[in-house]
């Protein structure tokens, strides 16, 4: 792909760093009047829409004419490439991604979407930067350090991990939209009971296959964060299937408990959620069960509201005889109590 640039760029090794005008960069990321998605496939979010700092983007972008530049007070965007050139006052970029830059990248392009045709020119400028890279891991870091330098949760910075990815594309043939770029599927319409974060699947797994369903209630973050328990739940190594029966027993379990949020007190919707989809999975197998191949074989047909009726009241009888506060269910003894005593 070509993208011109307002003046020689400077030119490091295997690097680029260039004022683009914002036309041009537009045509870049354009195709048809539509975004060009492809470029933003590794982004560890979708476009975020009215936060703060897309609103600050969007006065930027309209204060054309008062002779402050644009790049002046945007940090700009981060561009890799397999490979990348010179060529004639143009920058030539083999399968390019922007890796950093989406907010700022959807802004310039409503921008320029929204004008008038008789409009005068923008002759302003982004501050754009081209990293030649064919290697998955420099890319990653890239990732990660770029957007590191923002506050980004850690599920956002696992995004653009291979196994994220094939879990995405697997859950999608499911009709389940694994929202593994930050409000990628909400803002493409898809219905909020079929869309899972990567922090919600992931405590799905914590609790049905590594029975830590406290974990999950007490500790979301550090889940994703913990190199040792997050490769234990997302790794090629298990079917993708198990992926599949966690997300469907998070929706029904939520759904229950959403459609029964008259009935039952939050002390017990707010803390039993996970407790129920892991003895929910034993009650399906008819065994407690900690082989991903075992329970990617669940029977999905037979997830249904009055299996997880029967997991839920048990849990929560458990729970009131436990002494039903928040400290309860955040504590291993009492998953290690339902392990105990579920027959």
Not at 65 to 78: E, H, M, Q, S
Not at 156 to 181: F, M
Not at 266 to 286: C, E, P
């Amino acid at each position: 792909m070509k993208l011109p640039v307002f003046s020689s760029p400077l030119d490091m090794d295997n690097a680029y760093v260039a004022l683009v005008r914002l036309s041009d960069y537009n045509a870049f990321i354009s195709s048809d009047d539509q975004l060009s998605e492809r470029l933003f496939e590794f982004n560890v979010r979708d476009y975020e829409g009215g936060v703060q700092v897309n609103k600050q983007i969007r006065e930027t972008l309209g204060q054309k004419g008062d002779g402050i530049d644009f790049w002046w007070l945007n940090n700009g965007v981060t561009i890799l490439a397999e490979k990348a050139s010179q060529q004639y006052g143009a920058l030539m970029l083999q399968s390019p991604v922007i890796v950093n830059g989406l907010q700022t990248s959807n802004e310039i392009y409503s921008h320029f979407n929204d004008q008038d045709d008789q409009e005068s020119p923008d002759n302003r400028k982004v501050l754009v930067r081209v990293i030649q890279t064919d290697k998955d891991t420099i890319r990653d870091t890239i990732i990660k350090a770029t957007n590191s330098q923002t506050r980004i949760k850690a599920s956002s910075l696992r995004a653009t991990e291979e196994i994220q990815r094939k879990i995405e594309d697997y859950l999608l043939i499911k009709s389940i939209y694994y929202d593994r770029r930050k409000n990628f599927y909400k803002n493409r319409g898809k219905p909020a009971n079929q869309i899972i974060s990567i922090d919600r699947l992931a405590q799905s797994v914590m609790s049905v296959l590594l029975h830590r369903p406290d974990f999950a209630r007490a500790r979301p973050g550090t889940i994703i964060k913990d190199d040792n328990e997050y490769n234990k739940m997302f790794t090629t190594q298990h079917k993708m299937e198990l992926y599949v029966i966690c997300a469907k027993l998070n929706f029904i379990v939520e759904k229950y408990l959403r459609d029964k949020r008259k009935t039952i007190d939050s002390i017990y919707s707010n803390n039993l959620k996970f407790h129920t989809m892991m003895v929910l999975a034993w009650q399906l197998l008819g065994k407690k069960s900690s082989n991903p191949k075992v329970i990617s074989g669940i029977d999905q047909s037979s997830i249904d509201e009055k299996q997880v009726s029967k997991a839920f009241r048990w849990v929560r009888k458990e729970f009131n005889s436990a002494g039903p506060e928040d400290a309860t269910a955040k504590d291993k003894n009492f998953a290690e109590r339902l392990k105990k005593n579920w027959k």
